[in-house]
């Protein structure tokens, strides 16, 4: 399995370009399992590592929570969609950089070619999450469903989201 920074690029049912290989659209990926798992997930303070799939799921539940915050007051799917895509506009900060969350949780990377890989990679997977949670939180006829939404307001292992 191909890693960068120690972050493990696991395949993902996507068609958004990147560098994670591609997975069978009827097997779970980490993105079904951080929104499946979400709201429990959430409400920890502390979060048993026992792999480095783990770090990314930790990542992904983080990343679901900033997303939620944006949606937070957008009242139509459109109004979402819009929200989601200016997130997916921002640049993604790797290890080491200012804005990377949770210092220490994946190393250092050893190359400019190592940070871009896993930049390429957290921008696919966050740009496939946008959409698969823009999904959940609204309903099929484009209003927000709440019990989604109300979870923006938690803070995940007590990180502040902006």
């Known amino acids: 399995m191909t890693k960068a920074c120690g972050c493990p690029l696991l395949p993902l049912k996507s068609h958004i370009k990147g560098p994670a290989p591609a997975s069978d659209q009827d097997r779970t990926d980490i993105v079904d399992e951080a929104i499946t798992f979400f709201r429990a997930n959430v409400f920890f303070r502390n ?4 792999s480095s799939a783990d770090k ?3 990542y992904l ?3 679901i929570n900033v997303a939620l915050k944006r949606l937070e007051g957008c009242r ?5 969609t819009k929200a989601i895509i200016n997130l997916g506009l921002e640049k993604v900060p790797v290890p080491g950089e200012p804005g990377f969350p949770f210092p220490g949780l994946f190393p250092l990377p050893q190359s400019q070619k190592e940070a ?6 957290l921008k696919q997977i966050r740009e496939e999450t946008s959409g698969r949670l823009l999904s959940v939180a609204y309903r099929p006829n ?5 019990w989604w939404l109300a979870f923006a307001k938690r803070k995940f292992m ?3 989201v902006p």
């Open 76 to 80: 139509t799917l459109a109004e979402g």
């Open 116 to 121: 871009e890989l896993l930049r390429n990679y």
């Open 47 to 50: 979060f048993d590592i026992k």
């Open 142 to 146: 484009g209003t927000p469903n709440k």
């Open 56 to 58: 990314l799921l930790i």
């Open 158 to 160: 007590n990180v502040i």
């Open 61 to 63: 539940t983080l990343y």
